[in-house]
């Protein structure tokens, strides 16, 4: 059984961070990492479509091949969530995928902005069944 770091990644320097944290995780565990981007969907009267761009994408891309050159086994994962539901689909990917950690970066706001504003590490370290390394902005 291959042991697993998943990362979450948007298009930030917080996620940037995170995937620095990860690869240096990598290196010393020999862990393989599963770097996943969630394409936000917004629902209405004509139906799903998504809020954001493809920067997420290509970020997560580039991200998987600097571990890939680093020498650490990664891959790359997409799933969709509809708006607000990105914390739930980030733990639920986690059960997936038998992750035994998820790394993800925080803005760094305060516990009343993020509850106010929704911030998914927040609400990540609430539901997720496994264990959740929040890595700061600077």
């Keep these: 059984m291959t042991s697993t770091i998943l990362l979450a990644v948007d298009d930030s320097a917080h996620s940037q961070r995170a ?10 565990t020999k862990y393989k990492v599963v770097v996943i981007h969630i394409h936000e969907l917004a629902t209405g009267r ?23 050159g680093a020498g650490i086994d990664a891959s ?3 799933r ?8 739930q689909t980030l733990s639920a990917a986690a059960e997936d995928l038998d992750a ?11 516990n009343v902005a993020s509850l106010t ?9 609430h539901l997720a069944r496994r264990p959740v390394l929040v890595v700061p902005s600077v």
């Design 80 to 87: 969709d969530a509809h708006y607000g539901q990105v914390a």
């Design 100 to 110: 035994d950690m998820i790394v993800v970066g925080s803005r760094g706001r305060s």
């Design 46 to 68: 004509w139906g799903s479509m998504r809020v954001d761009d493809n920067t997420g994408d290509a970020f997560a891309e580039t991200i998987v091949k600097g571990l890939q």
């Design 117 to 125: 504003l929704g911030s998914v590490s927040h609400k990540l370290l």
């Design 19 to 28: 995937a620095d944290v990860s690869q240096g995780l990598a290196q010393l």
């Design 76 to 78: 790359i994962e997409t």
